[in-house]
């Protein structure tokens, strides 16, 4: 599958001073649009960008950025959804922002309408417009769902998704619709389970793969002891306080 490029354009803003205590917007000093396959992509052609137009901050600006440093990229929660920047050694804010789809309004409208059905009563949906119509209206939804945010599945999309992934030709349309593999979509859809070794106590997050009717339920062993693993469940599990410990998905159970 050729992965989908997702337009982006990157800012260079002036920070305004705070002490100036001006409601004006800041000012864009230049912009740059472009597409790239991933978040991480764009940022890296933005930031490819901003090197030749500065050419003499080139040198300042430390190869690897760590998280936490004051270059490294965040996330702007205050003014505008899907907005990263990270500060510049030319004391500017380098700013990526999907550039979305180029639906109308009126399709806009009519896809969220049919959606907000569809969240009520799938069934009844069905029955109003037929299946065939709300497909070619579903692709269109979840194919400007991932646009607005240059490729990424938030919860919402992951929500809406597995609405519909029972229904016939749902999961074809979903894998060309969210630029995912067969088996991608299915992890994407997954079920997460907590489960612990009886053994050793160690704790692990599972993935049980969404299939049509459910989900793919399989046997899952201890990496250390070999040992079929035991789902976590209340009350003996009740009050746990779970926590995440790296890209293995383990987790640390207060019991």
Not at 10 to 21: C, F, N, Q, S, V
Not at 103 to 115: A, I, P
Not at 194 to 213: A, F, L, N, Q, S
Not at 220 to 228: A, E, I, Q, S
Request: aromatic share 10%; proline share 6%; glycine share 8%.
């Amino acid at each position: 599958m050729v992965k989908r490029k997702y337009r982006f354009v990157a800012m260079l803003i002036e920070i305004a001073e705070k002490d100036k205590g001006t409601a004006e917007k800041p000012r864009i000093v230049d912009e740059y649009t472009f597409s790239a396959v991933s978040i991480q992509g764009a940022k890296r052609a933005a930031s490819e960008w901003y090197n030749r137009l500065y050419p003499d901050f080139f040198d300042r600006l430390p190869d690897n950025v760590q998280p936490g440093s004051p270059w490294a990229w965040r996330f702007v929660e205050d003014f505008e959804q899907n907005r990263h920047f990270r500060l510049t050694p030319s004391g500017l804010a380098l700013v990526l922002v999907p550039a979305g789809s180029q639906e109308t309004d009126d399709d806009v409208e009519r896809m969220t309408s049919l959606m907000a059905e569809i969240r009520r009563d799938p069934q009844a949906a069905r029955r109003k417009y037929g299946a065939s119509e709300l497909m070619g209206w579903l692709e269109r939804y979840f194919r400007r769902a991932v646009d607005e945010v240059g490729g990424e599945i938030t919860d919402r999309v992951r929500r809406d998704a597995d609405l519909v992934y029972d229904w016939p030709g749902a999961p074809a349309m979903l894998s060309r619709a969210l630029d995912r593999k067969p088996g991608e979509l299915r992890k994407l859809l997954g079920r997460p389970r907590d489960m612990h070794c009886p053994k050793c106590g160690r704790t692990t997050i599972v993935i049980d793969e969404r299939r049509k009717g459910g989900f793919a339920t399989e046997t899952y062993y201890c990496v250390l002891c070999g040992v079929d693993l035991v789902e976590c469940r209340p009350p003996d599990y009740r009050h746990c306080d779970w926590r995440g410990s790296g890209d293995e998905g383990r987790a640390e159970c207060c019991h």
